[in-house]
């Protein structure tokens, strides 16, 4: 049988040389077992790997998860609004490449200029009670003023000045 890297399969009697007709390839061993020309032609037991020098491995970045090459440490970021978490992909308990954070739970909407309930709006809703609208993040009086007087706006903390 040829050395790693060698290739010697002639039957020529008297030469030494060894051949093999119908044997399997040895997986990733840099010899050609089978004596069809290629050391190394069969597939590494491992989906996703290659062999090089006689070396079944992943590509780099990638890991053996769930019976496969899988990558891992790309960022994720599940969840939108103040629900979105930032983490890595990583092989979980279950043999799969998942996000190691999960997203946050969603909270009351408040007027803060935030998605404070997940769901991609910002600010929705009554949320500063009658006569007033939530406006960049704040609470703000709805009421129309007369100019040069002063307007009781009860709903929104007193009297307000209008110019």
């Known amino acids: 049988m040829p050395g790693p890297g060698a290739t010697d399969c ?8 060894a051949s093999f007709p119908g044997r399997t390839e040895v997986l990733c061993n840099g010899v ?8 190394d032609d069969t597939v590494c037991p491992i989906s996703g790997q290659t062999c090089t ?12 998860c ?19 978490r930032t983490g890595t992909m ?6 799969m ?14 007027c803060n200029n935030r998605d404070d309930n997940c769901n991609g ?20 009086c709805n009421q129309v003023c007369v100019p040069n007087s002063t307007r009781a706006c009860a709903m929104c903390g007193g009297p307000i000045p209008c110019l």
């Open 121 to 140: 709006a910002v600010d929705e809703g009554s949320l500063c009670g009658a006569g007033s609208s939530c406006v960049n993040g704040g609470c703000r």
């Open 32 to 39: 050609d077992d089978n004596c069809n020309g290629s050391a």
């Open 90 to 95: 990583e092989c979980n308990s279950a043999g």
């Open 97 to 110: 490449i998942a996000c190691n954070v999960v997203a946050a739970a969603p909270a009351s909407e408040t």
């Open 10 to 17: 002639n039957d020529v009697p008297g030469t030494g040389a």
């Open 53 to 64: 020098s006689g070396t079944c491995a992943c590509a780099p970045g990638s890991v053996i």
């Open 66 to 84: 769930g019976g496969r090459c899988q990558a891992r440490g790309a960022s994720c970021a599940p969840g939108i609004g103040e629900c979105r």
